[in-house]
């Protein structure tokens, strides 16, 4: 692991079973785009960058196309987003010149009522979470060996441990988190530089937007993500909880 140093090709690796703690001590001091060169430059086609539309994933989009002309930019298409996500996707497409891959369970909202209850999402937001998100997603990654996350430690207790590149043993690839050291300020700064459009939730009390029912405005010192499943002790959609 002699040559991480810098963003090169590493040798054809069993990720799974390298000792990534040594990759993470060197990958720390790297910038983001750099963390995300190492990954375009080894796995190509085959690593793919998830998002939800979140600040920090704008700012790893924008990086991406400007280290590569079409780098896979994929979302997870629940039926529940806000018109203000939606629209901050077309004009993220028509500003990057990207053309997001969309991922869906394959299951509509009507469906889903008839098979569990109209409000899935009140009376088992991990069950909805599972089959609208989690579970779409882990199909398409499925074929990929990995994806690249904009999860930061300083977003919620739950995420304070990440690390830039970590083994997913849920979805069996490598995760990279390039902005896992960035801070919410770092963000929002590097967004105000190149004038990227963000979503107008965040300028009315949402610094977290997910699927409409699941997603409130949140007071002048809340935390980031308290908006997120509120009055539940649901923290994460799942997508970044490991299995064992
Ligand atoms: S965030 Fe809410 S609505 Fe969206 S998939 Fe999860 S439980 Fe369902």
């Known amino acids: 692991m002699d040559d991480v140093d810098e963003p090169g090709k590493q040798p ?7 000792d990534l703690a040594v990759i993470n001590k060197r990958l720390e001091g790297w910038e983001p785009q750099a963390v995300l060169q190492w990954g375009l430059v080894n796995f190509g086609d085959d690593l793919a960058i998830v998002t939800g ?6 700012v790893l989009m924008h990086m991406a196309t400007q280290l590569q002309a079409a780098p896979t930019i994929v979302y997870v298409q629940t039926d529940l987003f806000f018109a203000e996500t939606m629209a901050l996707r077309d ?19 009507s469906e889903q009522a008839v098979r569990f209850g109209p409000c899935l999402w009140e009376s088992n937001p991990d069950l909805c979470c599972s089959l609208r998100k989690v579970e779409p997603l882990r199909r398409f990654l499925a074929a990929k060996k990995a ?8 977003q919620s207790p739950t995420r304070a441990k990440a690390t830039a590149v970590s083994w997913d043993n849920t979805n069996q690839l490598l995760k990279l988190c390039p902005l896992v050291a960035w801070t919410s300020a770092q963000v929002w700064a590097y967004i105000a530089q190149h004038h990227l459009p963000y979503n107008s939730l965040h300028d009315r009390g ?7 029912p699941c997603t409130q405005p949140v007071g002048v010192n809340g935390h980031e993500r308290d908006g997120r ?9 799942g997508i970044h909880v490991q299995m064992m």
Do not use: M, Q
């Open 12 to 18: 054809e690796l069993n990720w799974s079973l390298v």
């Open 53 to 58: 539309f979140g600040p920090s994933g704008i």
């Open 91 to 109: 004009a993220l497409a028509a500003r990057l010149g990207v053309t997001f891959v969309e991922v869906h369970s394959g299951l509509s909202l």
């Open 147 to 154: 994806w690249v996350t904009g999860i930061r430690r300083d």
């Open 206 to 212: 949402y610094p977290s937007i997910g699927c409409l």
């Open 229 to 237: 499943w509120v009055g539940t002790d649901k923290l994460e959609c």
